[in-house]
């Protein structure tokens, strides 16, 4: 190793990594922090396959250099390797392998697994291993290989509040330190992986960094297979990283797999292989969208398609596939939550910050708190928490009327978005979003707007943005909404509804009808999410009567 990589390792890796093995008490805490999720065999396999499909394989090379710089057990080379061994057309290479990894018992177990499979194949290769953290060493290898498989780590650098009560304020402290002088190195490091956004100070995604090394890993001309979440692919930060993906490289294949699959054990959430080759970008993508490991919907991306992925955002519509995009290019001509709210001047807010709540709340007082668990669409069921005025000054939009929704949610729920009405003299958490109203006369607009955003024609245009657990204002604000809001029907539906809670397929008829989309495109929607055959049943008897 060089002295200005020795140099970096010291200064900004290891006093993380060691601060994280000393405070983790068991193997399953330094997993969750530092974001180790197995690749799931049949994905990677799947994954493997396109890469040798795409990968044109030089004459002239007798040596394949091949690296995963975030190894782990070592499966991915293993897989590969296995999967070479059936291609006439790599029968007389030889290899040199690398293998890097931060946990060095991951290392030891990539590194034997790899040389059983090269002794059970009888390739010719050679296993360089080295317990590195390759957001370091990265720089003295770039584009020296010609196949990188690998799978960052899935997590945000970031203090772990689960050690504030074990340790001393020194040693937080101390510890707090370590990661922002690592969080500084990696912004400096890799300005295309940061987000655009930032919630507090922290927020450097080390999947994103991860994606970054590798691909500057490969050579001109080298591929990549990466696993990653899916919300690389569609998330509002990674606009920077997403385009320089899209425009200096050529994607071969992006497949995607639902939360729903529980692929990666307890993280519930979507994701994403993709090969990516090493040359000036903008070819077609070749797009899968897996039902199960085995069962998937695919197509190649046109340039019509890949024209309005340009516009927006490089912003993929994995959830629904994209044989959806038709209707999302409806949809893109329609005003957006955020215009409709500065017509009617309703603002986005935020009003008390849950940390260390029940020190800002009591049991008696006027202003009744509201948290995420407590709405539910159309419904608000007050837990006998109120906001205790002697500790806290309330912002001046407790006054107001507040649509709220569910700031966090699950990838594997029915409904993301659960949003219902405040009334004045609430005061709102965190965990919600909140959108107000301070003229009671504009209340008529408030109701149609909960009424779209509880639809799920709003819902499908959601689901291609929120692959995170996170509903955000930032979100909801650049999704559509019929251009007709003033709708009595729409509202006294609503009012009614949130006294009987029986009248939600009247809803969603009628905003699909304001949307201005046909039967068959709302059946079309209907069909990507799973309702019961009772719920379907009672849906179709409607359709007949008003659409």
């Known amino acids: 190793m060089d002295p200005v990589s020795e ?4 200064i900004f890796s290891n006093q993380y990594y060691d601060f994280v093995d000393s405070f983790a008490k068991s193997d399953f805490e ?4 530092l974001g180790k999720y197995y690749t799931e065999v049949s994905i990677a396999e799947n994954m493997i396959k396109d ?3 795409k990968y044109k394989l030089p004459d002239n090379i007798t040596t394949i250099r091949v690296i995963d710089p975030f190894c782990g057990d070592g499966r991915l080379i293993t ?3 296995s999967q070479v061994d059936k291609l006439d057309r790599y029968k007389k290479k030889s290899y040199e392998i690398v293998i890097w990894d931060i946990d060095g018992d991951a290392l030891k177990k990539a590194k034997n697994s790899i040389s059983k499979i090269i002794e059970k194949l009888g390739i010719e290769a050679s296993i360089r291993a080295e317990k590195v953290d390759a957001y370091v060493m990265y720089s003295i290898e770039e584009e020296n290989f010609s196949i990188c498989v690998t799978n960052p780590p899935w997590g945000l650098l970031k203090p772990q509040k689960i050690f504030n009560e074990r340790y001393t304020q020194k040693e937080i402290e101390d510890y707090k330190k370590s990661i922002a002088l690592y969080d500084d190195y990696m912004k400096s490091e890799f300005p295309l992986s940061q987000p655009t956004k930032k919630f507090g100070k922290w927020g450097t995604n080390l999947a994103r960094t991860g994606v970054e090394v590798a691909l500057k890993l490969v050579s001109n001309g080298g591929i990549c297979g990466i696993v990653s979440p899916a919300s690389l692919f569609n998330d509002q930060v990674s606009v920077p990283l997403r385009r320089w993906i899209f425009e ?7 497949c995607y797999y639902p939360a729903e699959l529980k692929l990666f054990g307890t993280a519930d959430i979507s994701s994403i292989t993709a090969v990516i080759e090493k040359n000036q970008g903008c070819k077609l993508p070749y797009v899968k969208i897996y039902k199960n490991v085995t069962e998937h919907e695919s197509m190649q991306l046109t340039e019509e398609d890949l024209d309005y992925l340009r516009k927006n955002q490089y912003s ?8 959806a995009i038709d209707l999302y290019k409806y949809l893109d001509k329609l005003p957006t939550v955020y215009e409709f709210c500065q017509e009617h001047h309703f603002r986005f807010v935020r009003e008390l910050d849950e940390t260390r709540v029940a020190e800002k709340l009591c049991t008696d007082g006027k202003i009744v708190f509201a948290k995420g668990y407590m709405v539910d669409r159309y419904q608000f069921n007050e837990d006998g928490l109120y906001l205790n005025e002697e500790k806290v000054c309330p912002p001046i939009t407790v006054d107001g009327w507040k649509l709220v929704w569910r700031d966090v949610s699950r990838n594997s729920q029915k409904r993301r978005i659960k949003a219902t009405i405040l009334n004045p003299g609430c005061i709102v958490g965190n965990s919600l979003g909140a959108i107000c109203n301070m003229n009671e006369a504009e209340n008529t607009f408030l109701f149609s707007l909960l009424a779209v955003m509880n639809s ?5 245009q959601a689901r291609g943005q929120l692959v995170s657990n996170h509903v955000s204002a930032g979100v909801i604000k650049q999704l559509r909404i019929p251009v007709q809001m003033d709708d009595e029907r729409l509202q006294e539906l609503v009012c009614n509804n949130m006294k009987t809670n029986k009248l939600e397929w009247e809803i969603e008829i009628r905003v699909a009808q304001l949307y201005g989309i046909s039967r068959e495109q709302f059946l079309n929607i209907i ?3 799973e309702f019961s055959r009772e719920e379907l049943d009672e849906l179709n008897v409607l359709l007949e009567l008003y659409y």
């Open 248 to 254: 200096r490289h050529d994607v071969y294949s992006i």
């Open 7 to 10: 140099m970096k390792l010291q």
């Open 316 to 323: 993929l519509p994995l959830e629904f596939g994209f044989t």
């Open 51 to 53: 890469l040798l499909i």
């Open 30 to 33: 330094s997993g969750k922090i």
């Open 79 to 81: 897989i590969l390797l």
């Open 456 to 460: 799920i024609v709003f819902e499908f």
């Open 527 to 529: 069909s990507r999410f």
